[in-house]
């Protein structure tokens, strides 16, 4: 049971360059969501998703897309990479709303 | 939107003495508050949870309060051992959105 699996685990990424950061669970969790952290301002809230087929942004979505096809995966994609993306992303998920949050190990992101 | 406090953003107490961190949020709707302990180089772990229509739980040293009044709540670790030292979190949800303070970077000396 590997819980949150999260790839690449680092990345070095030149601007304007395009990525896409893998998130998948197998704990069967219809949420899931994007956090980044950034060094003092805590996690902040990318996207989520409360199910295959449905997405919403958070407090910090732009530059940033989400499609989530499937339960199990739900991949966050950088489509133009600037400076200001570099930052240590991780994903969670949840049974629900108001639910625990399961974190995987994230995936430290570097844009020069 | 959600604003969340955390002090103090470091904390160095005595092995065995006890730990106090500090919440504060600004949305009154908000009824789902977790702490998380983050180790280096991992993610945030879940510690413990409480639900706006409880004032306090506890789980063996660990312990969290709130007061829905003055909207602020706390976590209270006791006996505090070397391996509490991390960075925890404090968080607010109402609905999809959980909302993170800032860390409270805790050492515990030996």
């Known amino acids: 049971n590997a819980g949150v699996t999260q790839t690449p685990k680092f990345q070095v990424l030149k601007t304007g360059q395009s990525m896409t950061l893998q998130c998948a669970q197998d704990?069967?969790?219809?949420?899931m969501s994007w956090y980044r952290q950034d060094p003092g301002m805590g996690l902040r809230l990318i996207h989520y998703?409360?199910?295959?087929?449905?997405?919403d942004q958070g407090e910090v979505p732009n530059g940033y897309n989400v499609s989530r096809s499937t339960t199990e995966d739900f991949p966050l994609r950088l489509l133009s990479a600037a400076p200001s993306q570099t930052s240590v992303y991780f994903c969670a998920t949840g049974q629900g709303f108001g639910q625990p949050q399961h974190f995987g190990d994230g995936t430290r992101l570097s844009i020069l | 939107g959600e604003n969340v406090e955390q002090h103090p953003s470091t904390l160095s107490v005595q092995e065995g003495d006890s730990a106090v961190i500090k919440c504060t949020y600004s949305d009154s709707a908000s009824n789902y508050f977790p702490w998380y302990k983050q180790e280096l180089g991992k993610g945030p772990q879940l510690i413990i949870d409480?639900?706006?229509?409880?004032g306090e739980k506890k789980d063996q040293r660990i312990a969290v309060t709130l007061n829905k009044t003055a909207k602020h709540f706390s976590l209270h670790i006791t006996e505090t051992q070397p391996e509490d030292s991390a960075v925890y979190f404090c968080?607010?949800?109402?609905?999809?959105?959980?909302?993170f303070g800032s860390g409270t970077q805790l050492t515990v000396l030996p």
């Open positions: 409480i639900r706006s229509n409880v």
């Open positions: 998703s409360v199910g295959a087929g449905i997405t």
């Open positions: 968080a607010a949800s109402r609905g999809g959105q959980l909302t």
């Open positions: 704990m069967n969790h219809e949420y």
